[in-house]
């Protein structure tokens, strides 16, 4: 078998070599993590909010009451109370609304949300997607770090896995 070279046009042969250097030249490939493969960052906007508790359940990174620095997506964490509110607002206020792809609101108390609260709630979701958590009694009883997708209801975890994957969406 023979090779073809005589045939090949000169102008060929010299786009093949300079190709080959420029791509020996090129810079490596930065093989960050997309946005939507980053581990999602809870920020709490004050003690008792559930941040650590959430972080480890949604397998994201608690961040205590900092923002991290590197860029990961950030929700912050609030109780759905006037404390826990009024706390969110000041978190948004000083990082502004572009620092946290959602609210996620954790009820401070079971059954339904007293309408003070609702009206709140309201106000804070004009600023800010909210992503509300389910009423789980037995993450009262368990130290935060150790909490699991398990002690949350399927169907409800479901519902919030859903809400942040939206909002992770959003960041791009």
């Not at 005589?6 to 020996?24: F, K």
């Not at 993590?33 to 960052?41: K, N, S």
């Not at 650590?52 to 950030?74: K, M």
Request: hydrophobic share 50%.
């Amino acid at each position: 078998m023979t090779e073809k070279t005589e045939n090949v046009s000169p102008w060929v042969t010299a786009a093949q070599s300079i190709a080959r250097d420029v791509r020996a030249a090129a810079p490596e490939e930065d093989h960050a993590p997309a946005a939507e493969d980053q581990p999602v960052g809870f920020v709490a906007a004050h003690g008792g909010a559930g941040a650590t508790a959430w972080a480890s359940i949604l397998d994201g990174t608690d961040h205590g009451p900092q923002l991290p620095a590197d860029g990961t997506p950030v929700v912050l964490v609030a109780r759905a109370s006037l404390h826990g509110i009024d706390a969110a607002k000041a978190a948004i206020a000083a990082h502004g609304r572009a620092a946290f792809s959602a609210v996620l609101t954790v009820p401070a108390v079971p059954g339904r949300t007293p309408r003070l609260i609702q009206n709140e709630l309201k106000v804070l979701a004009g600023a800010v997607h909210l992503v509300p958590a389910p009423w789980v009694p037995g993450l009262l009883i368990k130290r935060s770090a150790l909490a699991d997708f398990t002690d949350v209801p399927a169907k409800d975890l479901a519902k919030v896995r859903a809400a942040l994957s939206i909002t992770k969406g959003e960041m791009k």
